[in-house]
Nanobody
Framework: QVQLVESGGGLVQAGGSLRLSCAASKSISSLNVMGWYRQASGKQRELVAQIRSGSITTYTDSVKGRFTISRDNAKNTVYLQMNNLKPEDTAVYYC?????????WGQGTQVTVSS
């Protein structure tokens, strides 16, 4: 069992930045994949970015060049640095941790980008 707690969401103007944090209750170095998802109102949850063992990262096309996912194994924390935010980035952002065959979710943090 892994508990995940997100923080760092909020209201920001377009073009601004936020950094989301996801603190895990156990060592993240033992987890296969950690990632950030988002769900906008009325839409399906989508993968935003993920980081695998060895720090291999992938991003959805709409955030490439603007978002950066990283991990600090010593702090058991994964981050999502979001720059040049756009109104279409508005959503609830969820942290997820995969420990095959299980997938764990955080409670989510709201990000709102005003135009």
């Amino acid at each position: 069992q892994v508990q995940l707690v997100e923080s760092g969401g909020g209201l920001v103007q377009a073009g601004g930045s936020l950094r989301l944090s996801c603190a895990a209750s156990k060592s993240i170095s033992s987890l296969n994949v950690m990632g950030w998802y988002r769900q906008a109102s009325g839409k399906q949850r989508e993968l935003v970015a993920q980081i695998r063992s060895g720090s291999i990262t992938t991003y959805t096309d709409s955030v490439k060049g603007r978002f950066t996912i990283s991990r600090d194994n010593a702090k058991n924390t994964v981050y999502l640095q979001m720059n040049n935010l756009k109104p279409e980035d508005t959503a609830v952002y969820y942290c997820a941790a995969q420990n095959v065959p299980y997938l764990y979710w955080g409670q989510g943090t709201q990000v709102t980008v005003s135009s």
